[in-house]
């Protein structure tokens, strides 16, 4: 009797595998940031704030798995509060992990001959989804005015090195 249950029981699970969803797609890591791609690393550093003076190369980077690899087509929802600014399709870049997907703000939308917000501050977000619309993640971040004073220069900011003793001072001094 046990046995016929065990048999029943596994050609169940077997016949019945079909009738189970897949695992959905994942979002791992994710990270908003600046600068060229690859340029410090694959996965941009993650900042919260960005001025707007510096929002060069702004890009959005995702980590998304899979079981069985990645197979669903991803794409990245620029938002700046809750209006869509442009829906892009992340490429992955040489040299990074295969399931890194990048976008990039600027070239999303001189390619869709859109031109960005004259007013960049408030709230953003990189919303990472399916094609079809899954939610697989999102990346908050904010936007924020450049200061108006002038940051001081970090080479004069930085304390001044003693010259180098010249070599004959030195064996003069008996050092």
């Not at 065990?6 to 019945?16: D, E, I, P, Q, R």
């Not at 791609?37 to 702004?58: F, H, T, V």
């Not at 031109?115 to 904010?142: I, N, S, Y």
């Amino acid at each position: 009797m046990v046995g016929i249950a065990t048999v029943s029981c596994l050609l169940f699970a077997y016949v019945g595998r079909g009738l189970v969803p897949p695992v959905p797609a994942v979002m791992d890591d994710g990270a908003v940031g600046h600068g060229r791609p690859g340029q410090y690393e694959c996965l941009p550093s993650k900042k919260r704030e960005i001025r707007a003076d510096r929002l060069a190369l702004l890009r959005c980077g995702s980590i998304v798995s899979e079981p069985g690899g990645l197979k669903s087509s991803i794409r990245h929802v620029w938002r700046r509060g809750r209006k869509t600014i442009i829906t892009t399709k992340p490429v992955r870049l040489d040299g990074c992990a295969k399931n890194l997907l990048v976008s990039h703000l600027a070239d999303a939308m001189k390619a869709a001959d859109k031109t960005l917000p004259a007013d960049m501050t408030g709230k953003w977000t990189c919303t990472v989804q399916t094609e079809g619309g899954m939610l697989l993640g999102r990346v908050h971040f904010k936007v924020v005015d450049a200061p108006t004073h002038a940051e001081p220069d970090a080479a004069n900011t930085r304390e001044k090195l003693p010259a180098k003793p010249d070599k004959a001072a030195t064996a003069d001094a008996g050092l």
